[in-house]
């Protein structure tokens, strides 16, 4: 198996560059000169991405940035012993020993587990120590490849009884420190990060380390990219406490069901690893502790409302954009569908459509439609897309509801969220009715979960008792108490926005181009997109002002990821490596309706990215407006053409839009503040 670090991949006692970035990219260098990458940007930009997601300092004066890249052809490890220490986000301050990790997007389980195993090496300060006193490049080669050749410092997750106090099936608890077998407190933990190489092993030995001092038994489960040994059940059912130290999902999450649990960034495992293990034992002996719900392995996070230090406001913000997140497939492949159907079948298939599909099939075309362009197949085919899109669609107010009862209550919420939802779309309380269902819906749903039922009953809560009850008290209060309201308030919404013309319709636009461009894909972004989608429905021949409303939202959401990539082209030293690749890609987004191409540089430069965008977006949108645009699609950008008329208008309000955007940003980011070009340059800007 080739070596993983040679001489030529270390680097002593030099200054590398202010950043992480500059630091990344010299050793992305030293990786490709030695003929182990294709390219050093693409390396860079994969290395400095998984960077911007979670920093990679941890304590003890050490970084380990790394990544999986196409760029890479075989696996490496670049070191560097840093004469000017770099802030790499770790709580102790900068570092000053780098271990880049480089594998290819495909490594094999050999060389992860390697890898893997170096990582759980650093935190052990005798080895940090040798690291710093050595003295040739070879010294650290020889250092290295000793760690790589000695047994990982955690204890295997089937570790015997007494190695680890728990009790092995069918025998008693093993005791701690020879003490009495009073009650010893006993805790696994789950460890997990996105790439699944360094982070994920750091924290398990942390928190094994941590645990051990401590006098408390704890076994780890890496769920890594090198493999993973599931916990043994019977040490589960043991344990006290579960620790998640993941920025990923859990694996087999149900597993833990019932078990108190403390749930955090699998940084915080390297970092705090003590306060982690003291918060378990708190929690274990908490009968209000957060648990890990009974709701099975196919729930995808653990519920916001359970996190700790989150506010109402955070918990309304995740619901409303989980409840969008899942019914934007419905309405952008029913709208999209339903454009088609149009093409094909005219635009007033949608008084035949029924008709047709009854009295028709594809061996029995119509006939009494010989003036469509497309003949009768033309009409069939129209009409069969039309009846299709026109169902999916009407999955908007049910899915969102439904979806945002999931985002509060796991599971148990959908069925009564979409109860809620068919509830709201009857009375005609549109999108509204259907965020307020949803939170109802959730809300009471996850109280009912919360209850302490007999043994006998919890297998019966999620699938029958908290659908039934849930759904009979949210829909209840719909039909009985807030539903009229609410259509009554919608009703006005829709016919004050629907009858604005002329300057009324312009403000309409601009309204709309702000909201689009202020939070980027947020919750404000999809209230104005939520709201145009819903009107959809309603649009005729004769009432365009939908269509219209919907091609101004599309319009000035194309706008900042459009105007950032043409930022990136017009002036190139004023962004970083990274968000000029961002640009690159942002070209498409842009053009395909995808307004959170442009999050990149809103996150590292929100100052003057996010009012440059909302200028640009607003007046996109009244130009859109004021040129009466209209779009029967509510997704696609530039690629739905055939469903937007006045395109080359819709194409021109887009380019304003995204010209004066540009010009905003590249304008603010030189004279809006008093540093000097250079250091808006630097990719250290990124908050990490």
Request: aromatic letters at 6%; hydrophobic letters at 55%.
């Amino acid at each position: 198996m080739t070596q993983l670090i040679t001489p030529q991949l270390v680097t002593l006692d030099q200054n590398l560059g202010d950043s992480p970035a500059d630091v990344i990219r010299v050793l992305a260098g030293k990786v490709a000169a030695s003929g182990r990458a294709s390219e050093v940007e693409g390396l860079f930009a994969d290395a400095f991405a998984r960077e911007q997601k979670t920093a990679t300092g941890v304590p003890g004066g050490i970084a380990i940035p790394h990544c999986r890249s196409t760029a890479v052809t075989e696996p490496a490890l670049a070191m560097a012993r840093l004469s000017h220490k770099v802030d790499f986000g770790a709580k102790d301050g900068p570092a000053d020993l780098i271990f880049f990790i480089a594998a290819p997007d495909g490594a094999d389980q050999e060389h992860l587990k390697l890898l893997s195993k170096l990582a759980r090496s650093l935190i052990k300060k005798d080895f940090t120590a040798a690291l710093r006193a050595a003295a040739t490049e070879q010294d650290i080669v020889d250092l290295v490849d000793g760690a790589l050749a000695d047994k990982p410092a955690a204890a295997a997750p089937a570790a015997d009884a007494a190695a680890t106090g728990f009790a092995a099936p069918g025998q008693a608890p093993a005791p701690i420190g020879g003490n009495a077998p009073a009650a010893p407190k006993r805790i696994v933990a789950v460890t997990a990060c996105p790439t699944g190489i360094a982070h994920t092993y750091m924290a398990a030995d942390s928190l094994v380390a941590a645990a051990k001092e401590m006098g408390v038994d704890l076994q780890v489960e890496t769920q890594g990219s090198s493999g993973a040994k599931p916990l043994d059940p019977a040490v589960i059912a043991a344990a006290d406490a579960v620790i998640f130290a993941v920025d990923v999902d859990v694996r087999g999450k149900e597993r833990f069901a019932g078990k108190p649990v403390i749930n955090a960034p699998v940084k915080r495992g390297i970092d705090e690893p003590t306060k982690m293990v003291e918060e378990a034992l708190a929690a274990a002996t908490d009968p209000h502790a957060r648990r890990v719900p009974h709701f099975g392995a196919e729930e995808q996070a653990e519920r916001a409302e359970e996190e700790k230090g989150e506010h109402i406001g955070q918990k309304l913000k995740r619901a409303l954009l989980t409840g969008v997140s899942y019914m934007i497939p419905f309405v952008a492949g029913g709208g999209l569908l339903i454009a088609l159907g149009f093409l094909l079948g005219g635009y007033d298939i949608t008084a035949f459509a029924d008709k047709i599909l009854v009295d028709n099939s594809i061996f029995n075309l119509p006939t009494e439609f010989p003036d469509r362009a497309w003949g009768p197949l033309g009409a069939y085919l129209g009409a069969v897309l039309f009846k299709i899109g026109a169902l999916s669609l009407g999955f908007l107010v049910p899915a969102l509801a439904g979806y945002i009862a999931y985002a509060i209550a796991d599971r148990p919420g959908i069925a009564p969220g979409f109860v809620a939802g068919a509830v709201s779309g009857f009375m005609g309380a549109g999108f509204l009715g259907a965020i307020v269902g949803g939170l109802l819906a959730g809300y009471i749903a996850y109280q009912i979960g919360k209850l302490n039922v007999a043994r006998w009953l919890r297998g019966l809560m999620p699938v029958v008792i908290i659908p039934l009850l849930a759904s009979l008290i949210a829909s209840g209060l719909m039909f009985l108490i807030l539903g009229a309201p609410i259509v009554a308030l919608t009703k006005a919404l829709n016919t004050g926005l629907s009858g604005l013309t002329g300057a009324g319709a312009i403000v309409l636009g601009i309204i709309l181009g702000l909201m689009m461009c202020f939070d980027l894909g947020g919750p404000v972004n999809k209230v104005a997109y939520s709201f145009a989608v819903a009107g959809l429905g309603a649009a005729t021949v004769a009432n365009q002002a939908p269509w219209q409303i919907m091609a101004a939202v599309m319009a000035a959401g194309m706008v900042p990821p459009l105007a950032m990539a043409l930022a990136t082209v017009l002036d190139k030293k004023l962004f970083s490596l990274a968000e000029r690749e961002n640009g690159k890609a942002a070209w498409l987004l842009g053009a395909s309706f995808i307004s959170e191409g442009a999050i990149p540089f809103a996150a590292a430069d929100p100052l003057r990215v996010i009012p440059a965008s909302m200028v640009g977006g607003a007046v996109t949108g009244a130009l859109s407006m004021a040129f009466a645009v209209t779009s029967k699609a509510p997704h696609g950008g530039a690629f739905v053409f055939f469903a937007i008329d006045n395109f080359w208008l819709f194409l021109l309000s887009i380019a304003v839009g995204v010209v004066i955007t540009a010009l905003l940003v590249i304008a603010l980011k030189r004279w809006a503040v008093k540093k000097p070009v250079e250091a808006e340059a630097t990719p250290a800007t990124v908050s990490v």
